[in-house]
């Protein structure tokens, strides 16, 4: 049999054998790694068991070993699976000793937590509605439904990944985290922690209606702890439905309302119920209301959730969410853009003509967003939409075929289509994604928040393998970059705010650097930390950047002048600005030689709350 552990403080693990003869079998195992212990199953005494020595779990056979009077924690199979799924050691080091590894193997199909976004300082409410293994990643990953008022649309799946269907939810307010970013749902101040003593008033008398015939529904993410509780009401309750009747149209995990006055969630249980005639629903509300609990009635819990949000009726007085209600159509809900097509084979050069700027104005126009392609669409607009400037890249062969296939997806079926219609569907733009995806270098970029950096570097070396095209001459040697980073502490003599320029050339003094060649093209990135800690309120860009203080001193040409060598000035023109304000990317593109200005926001309108209207 196997029994697992995590490792508490940094060790000296051995290979068995030597790789090579100038390889030492010695190397560093961080704290926060998980180990296997092998013990056999037959003829092996509990004291020897306990002496076996454990292999890193991450390792493949035996070609790592941790002694076994390491220091290390027992691990349970589930608590080994949740720990499996979090990447980095630090953080499963830190989930474990916080005790919240034995909290989340307790977890249940259901369960109310708070959910942390990609952005840390970002937490919702939400409830649990899938425990288990997904493609591409290791161990146990929990699929959650966002129930949050304030943030309905913050997720990225309807509780579909990868094509396979886990669990149902409204569109964009499904996500699949791992343990870290999962933590328990602290009482509100303003709520009762207490129990209700009057657990009954949850349902007004006013709402009760006659018996109803329908029958259960519920789906696969139903927990066993509800199913349960529904079968024991079956057998207790006088007249229980068999589930033979006719079933009205809702389920588990619906959203629906009750009016007078007009009340909003999320359906958690339907069964029979003391006291309501026919069957009934328990219901998590948007918000508080005096009477509610939390989730239980006449004393018998049926789902949990925050004091004062459970609410209990019979289903004949739900209806669905009219907030979210789908304009009556003769055919399924389709793409707005739709007939717009996905691929253009043939180039299409940037052109002066005025009519290149007009296909990109309005509604509808630009690349369309989905699930968190923000950072992607305002960085490809900024780079393409109005310059040239980094076509060569599309135009050259890729190194291997599946940079090949990620240059085709990008020319043909996003660049070629922008330029020559003005409009991207979505369905390019995810494409590409998933193929990124593919490629295992970054994790979560076909669903998750990103930056237009990780996007970038994504592309440039790991797909398409493109030269670099900054050369920076450091005191320890020459860099080749794609990008320059500012850091700098902040000047108080300098003119607030300051220019782009202004910053650049102080990194470069202080850090002694500069450019070794004149840069052709120049991606500047100024960091953010926040809104309360920013290096500068405001910084601006400038059309026009001089950089000739900043390269290297080329070698006089003994037959020019001083004069002339002087008057030579290398500058660049400001071709885009792609900028962040509440976890949502936008663009400001400039058409050079008409002296405009373009501002593209992918997801500017929501259409039947399901596609997004670039604008």
Not at 226 to 241: D, L, V
Not at 281 to 292: F, H, P, Q
Not at 337 to 349: A, G, N, S, Y
Not at 488 to 515: A, C, H, R, W, Y
Request: contains cysteine; proline residues 5%.
């Amino acid at each position: 049999m196997q029994r697992y552990a995590i490792l508490l403080a940094d060790v000296v693990a051995k290979r068995p054998k030597k790789r090579c003869c100038c390889c030492t079998n010695k190397f560093n195992v961080s704290k926060g790694e998980l180990l296997v212990e092998v013990v056999a199953s037959a003829g092996h005494a509990e004291e020897d068991a306990s002496l076996q020595d454990y292999h890193l779990a991450t390792s493949k056979g035996d070609s790592a070993i941790v002694s076994a009077d390491s220091e290390v924690a027992a691990l349970t199979d589930r608590e080994f699976a949740l720990l499996q799924a979090i990447e980095k050691r630090r953080t499963r080091y830190g989930v474990h000793q916080s005790g919240k590894c034995s909290w989340g193997a307790g977890l249940k199909v259901n369960d109310s937590v708070n959910v942390s976004l990609s952005k840390p300082d970002v937490q919702v409410y939400a409830a649990i509605r899938y425990i288990g293994q997904i493609r591409g990643y290791n161990g146990t990953m929990f699929g959650v439904e966002i129930v949050d008022k304030n943030h309905l649309h913050r997720g990225y799946s309807n509780g579909v990944w990868k094509g396979e269907e886990l669990f149902q939810c409204a569109y964009n307010r499904g996500l699949f985290v791992s343990l870290e970013r999962i933590s328990k749902v602290e009482a509100q101040i303003e709520l009762s922690s207490t129990p209700q003593e009057n657990e009954e008033s949850s349902c007004p008398p006013t709402l009760q209606q006659p018996s109803i015939n329908v029958s259960l529904v519920t789906h696969e993410s139903a927990s066993e702890s509800t199913a349960s509780a529904t079968a024991s009401q079956r057998e207790t309750t006088p007249g229980a439905h068999d589930g033979t009747q006719e079933c009205l149209d809702f389920e588990i995990g619906a959203l629906v309302q009750v009016d007078d006055p007009p009340l909003y969630g999320v359906i958690r249980v339907m069964c029979t119920l003391p006291k309501i005639q026919g069957m009934a629903a328990g219901i998590e509300l948007e918000e508080y209301r005096k009477g509610c609990s939390d989730g239980t009635w006449c004393k018998t819990r049926y789902f949990s959730c925050l004091p004062g949000r459970a609410f209990f009726c019979p289903v004949a007085n739900l209806k669905p969410d009219q907030r979210f209600a789908k304009p009556e159509l003769d055919s399924p809900l389709l793409n707005p853009l739709r007939d717009w097509p996905l691929e253009e084979p043939e180039d299409q050069p940037i052109s002066d003509d005025p009519d290149q700027l007009v296909k990109y104005l309005g509604d509808g126009r630009g690349i369309q967003g989905h699930y968190n392609s923000c950072y992607l669409d305002a960085t490809v607009f900024g780079l393409f939409a109005l310059s040239d400037v980094f076509d060569p890249m599309l135009q050259t062969k890729a190194r291997d075929p599946a940079g090949e296939e990620i240059r085709g997806m990008l020319w043909k079926g996003i660049v070629n289509p922008l330029r020559k219609n003005g409009v991207v569907r979505y369905e390019s733009v995810m494409s590409l994604r998933n193929k990124l995806e593919d490629l295992g270098k970054i994790k979560g970029i076909n669903q998750d928040e990103k930056d237009p950096e990780e996007f970038l570097n994504m592309l440039f070396k790991h797909s398409l393998r493109v030269d670099s095209f900054i050369s920076i001459r450091r005191p320890y040697g020459i860099e080749k970059e794609f990008f320059v980073q500012l850091f700098l502490e902040p000047d108080e003599s300098l003119k607030l705010p300051p220019t782009v320029g202004q910053l650049l050339n102080k990194m470069f003094k202080e850090q002694n650097i500069s450019f070794s060649e004149a840069p052709k093209k120049l991606l500047i990135q100024i960091p953010r930390y926040g809104k309360q800690f920013k290096t500068y309120e405001k910084v601006v860009a400038g059309l026009q950047l001089d950089v000739t203080d900043l390269i290297d001193p080329p070698d006089l040409d003994t037959s020019q002048s001083n004069e002339e060598c002087t008057d030579a000035r290398s500058s660049l023109r400001l071709l885009s600005v792609i900028c962040i304000k509440t976890s949502h990317y936008v663009c400001f593109a400039r058409a050079i030689s008409q002296n405009r200005w373009i501002f593209f926001d992918s997801m500017a309108d929501r259409l039947y709350d399901k596609f997004n209207i670039p604008e």
